[in-house]
C-alpha cells in the first residue's frame, strides 16, 4: 500500500507560478513511478505529467509541456510539480498517483492516489 498526501494548490494569477508536493507513505518510495492528473470542473481527469522510478524519464501532456516539470526526491519520499506561466485553464484538482513498474500517462493503470489539491489560476 502506499499513501500518498498532495499539498500547494492555492490560487495564483495566470502567468504566476506554483509548486505542487505529493509526500510518498507505506512502501519504498523508489520502486513506485508517480504521476499527476487533473480534473477540471465538468471535465474528466487527465494526464498532466509521470516520472519513472529513478527520475530519468519523464513524460508531460502537450497542454502542459515547456511549462511544467515533473520531479522527485526519493530520499524525502516527495514528487513535485512545478507549474510555471499558468493559464485559467490550468484549474483544476491535481491528483498525485503511483504505481508499481514504469510510468505510463494512462489513469486506470496507477493503483494509488492522493486526495488531491486545487489549483485556481485568476484571469
Known amino acids: 500500500q502506499v499513501q500518498l498526501v498532495e499539498s500547494g494548490g492555492g490560487v495564483v494569477q495566470a502567468g504566476g507560478s506554483l509548486r505542487l508536493s505529493c509526500v510518498a507513505s507505506g512502501r519504498t518510495f523508489s520502486t513506485v513511478a508517480m504521476a499527476w492528473f487533473r480534473q477540471a470542473p465538468g471535465k474528466e481527469r487527465e494526464f498532466v505529467a509521470a516520472i519513472n522510478r529513478n527520475g530519468g524519464v519523464t513524460y508531460y501532456a502537450d497542454s502542459v509541456k515547456g511549462r511544467f516539470t515533473i520531479s522527485r526526491d526519493n530520499a524525502k519520499n516527495t514528487v513535485y510539480l512545478q507549474m510555471n506561466s499558468l493559464k485559467p485553464e490550468d484549474t483544476a484538482i491535481y491528483y498525485c498517483?503511483?504505481?508499481?513498474?514504469?510510468?505510463?500517462?494512462?489513469?486506470?493503470?496507477?493503483?494509488?492516489w492522493g486526495q488531491g489539491t486545487l489549483l485556481t489560476v485568476s484571469s
Open positions: 498517483a503511483a504505481k508499481n513498474g514504469i510510468a505510463v500517462k494512462t489513469d486506470y493503470a496507477y493503483d494509488y
